[in-house]
């Protein structure tokens, strides 16, 4: 097995089988994200990444149930080369039921349906994409090189060819001046475009970031827990469409995951009784290193 710079997935791929595809982000101007900042993108040669699915089939075989195919962005790869190590990979793997990929949505919708649905086909089932925010301000602040209206595209798209969305969103990445924006815009981003699922992060300055040299300056106020806590009951109220919230990241202060609107009550009770507590019992400020 090879591998090349920082691999990185989500917790919900913890048991999968990662066997990189690519290297780097090939958007890479995110102003929080360090992960990808001295690796050049690039996709790696198909017949190398069939000859690491074959090594892990021969060590493996059976067990693997669930592939994810790193970097950053893979959904930027060719997409005849995609399909391909797509199908090698479930003609290998006899009880493969996924195969997930990061992408962000400006790549998604640059592939258009007829590319989505061959990868579909071929056995794509999920993609990762950081929506951060569905205030087209923040997105512009932070680089994030789709709008929400680009956001909405992608996911109306792989919600036509079937295609799973787990869509990222960053609390507190608006600061104080944006939070009531950032929650009551990204709500409506979910509204209008639901994803499968909804997975919650908080923002943490990292190194070698401009927004951490935007905080350390105090050009960008960040949020305190309680106001973190305040964002995230302001975006579940907003939300009205029908979506699987997820919060399971050593970010946040205070994990709620359910459905919504079903678990509604039941979450915001969660936030509600974290309120109550003094924000020094939730982590200190700290500058993320990965």
Not at 15 to 44: D, E, I, M
Not at 51 to 67: F, I, K, P, Q
């Amino acid at each position: 097995m090879r591998y090349e710079g920082p691999i990185y997935r989500p917790p919900s791929e913890a048991r999968s089988l990662l066997v990189q595809a690519t290297v780097g982000c090939p958007h890479n101007r995110c102003t929080f994200c360090l992960v990808y900042k001295n690796t050049r993108f690039k996709v790696r040669p198909v017949q190398e990444i069939k000859e690491d699915l074959e090594e892990a089939a021969r060590l493996e075989g059976s067990r693997v149930r669930t592939l994810f195919f790193p970097a950053g962005n893979t959904i930027a790869m060719p997409t005849s080369g995609l399909a391909e190590i797509c199908r090698h990979a479930r003609s290998l793997f006899p009880n493969l039921t996924r195969i997930t990929v990061y992408g962000s949505a400006q790549f998604i919708v640059k592939k258009g349906d007829r590319e989505l649905r061959l990868l579909a086909e071929a056995g794509l089932r999920r993609i990762h994409v950081g929506w951060e925010s569905g205030d087209n301000e923040i997105l512009a602040a932070i680089k994030k090189g789709a709008t929400r209206e680009v956001h909405a595209e992608a996911s109306r798209l792989l919600r036509e060819v079937g295609l799973e969305l787990n869509a990222y969103v960053m609390l507190g990445i608006g600061g104080q001046e944006k939070t009531a924006c950032h929650a009551r815009e990204t709500a409506a981003l979910v509204n209008e475009a639901p994803p499968t699922v909804l997975r919650l992060r908080t923002f943490v300055p990292k190194v070698n970031t401009p927004l951490l040299e935007e905080v350390m300056a105090r050009r960008f106020a960040m949020l305190r827990p309680h106001q973190v806590l305040a964002e995230t009951a302001a975006l579940l109220e907003g939300i009205t469409a029908p979506v699987w919230v997820e919060s399971d990241h050593y970010t946040n202060y205070v994990n709620v995951s359910g459905s919504l609107p079903e678990d509604r009550n039941k979450m915001l009770a969660v936030l509600k009784k974290a309120l109550t507590r003094p924000e020094s019992d939730f982590r200190p400020f700290f500058i993320g290193t990965e």
